[in-house]
């Protein structure tokens, strides 16, 4: 039987190439090629500074904390708040909770799976710090609707766009709009660091110090610590490694010093090899395929739109989908589950929209009132995806389209 995984990453022989020759090289820490990947990875998001880290979930965490890390204000004493979206993965959420922000939930577009914009308004208070929000599948909110709340509130905008790479709001790049941008390099994802990765990029030079800082250890000259040259000189980039920063009198190596607690969230050298080399066939062949093959699906199914409907996209975005969304609309025929059950025992896998409303689950049961947000219960029960992956193929669209006139003409006929 076919097999249609709903993401996949393939080991090509120039991947392996790369991969072996920094292992020649002989040192597996970050280095040169993690200096390359995040310069690479700035210019692809259209931010200034980034950091290369070991997950999309540390980016997250990173974010975050950098935000609590630089916020200057007076009512600290009071639990600072951040307001993102019901409906959604965990690790966009867990990373508010665990940095000590209290989570204020907005519910979801049922027609885009994405928050739902005119509702964030409603939700700042004079305790909020940021809203931080994914870009569901690769389709994307109204950034500069967001970002224009933001900046008018005097508060962070955050787009966790582990599923967003590639995607432009007005023809940039995402990082465009708001403060902070996360991506995803695990294998399922657009680009793929062996077997995963993350970045987390910056429009404000102080902030990604502070990042570095806290992705190493919370060194003091983290910021350095991926500069080819800061190993390579005797004094480092600065000219200054060597100094009394710790007022004691004597002179201290400033990458023993420790200026804020920290963590070990960095990457390799054979990820970010592997990484560069998959970025760049993402941007002169996978892109193009990823949206041939989601039109093919829209195409192909847009017949049944009477039982189903897409992800709709908003004005003046250009998709990099991850994924194929379909919502099945309350009908006297089937539900989604049937329609799941039948892709997969025809070896069409499938995934739910990750979490759904996430106040449904045990982990995140306490942060709020998942009745609030019916949206979300929608998306949980009704909505699902399949794969648009580059290494489809037309066959594989055509099987999929067929198994679906299969299943409804069954369904019609009883």
């Not at 204020?104 to 809203?131: G, H, R």
């Not at 910021?223 to 005797?234: G, T």
């Not at 062949?285 to 049944?304: C, E, I, P, T, V």
């Amino acid at each position: 039987m076919r097999t249609i995984l709903y993401a996949e990453t393939r080991v090509e022989e120039d991947d392996i190439k790369e991969v072996v020759k920094t292992l020649e090289n002989g040192w597996l820490g970050p280095s040169k090629k993690c200096h390359e990947f995040e310069l690479e990875l700035c210019k692809a998001n259209g931010v200034k500074h980034g950091a290369l880290v070991n997950s999309c979930s540390s980016a997250n965490y990173l974010a975050l904390a950098t935000l609590k890390e630089t916020l200057t204000c007076t009512i600290y004493d009071d639990e600072l708040e951040v307001i993102t979206c019901a409906c959604g993965f965990p690790t966009t959420v867990a990373p508010i909770v665990q940095n000590g922000f209290a989570p204020v939930f907005v519910d979801v577009n049922i027609d885009t799976l994405n928050i739902l914009e005119e509702d964030i308004v409603s939700k700042i208070s004079q305790n909020t710090a940021a809203v931080f929000f994914a870009n569901t599948l690769g389709d994307i909110a109204n950034l500069e609707l967001i970002d224009g709340i933001c900046k008018s509130a005097g508060i962070m905008m955050i787009q966790d766009n582990c599923d967003a790479f590639g995607s432009t709001y007005k023809n940039k790049p995402l990082g465009n709009y708001g403060d902070i941008v996360t991506n995803s390099f695990y294998p399922a994802h657009h680009v793929s660091m062996l077997g995963g990765g993350g970045f987390v990029g910056f429009n404000d030079s102080y902030h990604v110090k502070i990042a570095k800082m806290l992705r190493d250890w919370g060194m003091s000259c983290g910021a350095c610590n991926y500069r080819p040259a800061c190993n390579e000189l005797k004094n480092g980039v600065c000219g200054n490694r060597y100094d009394d920063h710790l007022k004691i009198g004597k002179s201290v190596d400033k990458r023993y010093c420790f200026d804020i607690m920290g963590y070990n969230f960095g990457s390799n050298e054979c990820g970010a090899a592997f990484g560069l080399n998959k970025l760049k066939k993402f941007q002169k062949r996978d892109l193009d395929k990823r949206k041939q093959n989601f039109l093919k699906l829209y195409a192909g199914l847009y017949q049944w739109k009477k039982y189903i409907k897409f992800q709709e996209s908003s004005l003046n975005v250009s998709v990099s989908p991850f994924a194929f969304a379909i919502t099945v609309m309350e009908n006297e025929l089937f539900n989604r589950d049937d329609l799941v059950k039948h892709f997969e025992d025809n070896g069409i896998l499938c995934r739910m929209i990750f979490g759904g409303n996430l106040l449904r689950h045990k982990g995140f049961e306490n942060l709020g009132n998942a009745e609030e947000y019916p949206n979300s219960d929608y998306v949980l029960k009704n909505s699902f995806f399949i794969g648009c992956h580059p290494y489809m193929s037309n066959e594989d669209i055509k099987y999929i389209i067929e198994k679906f006139e299969e299943f409804m003409l069954g369904r019609l006929k009883n």
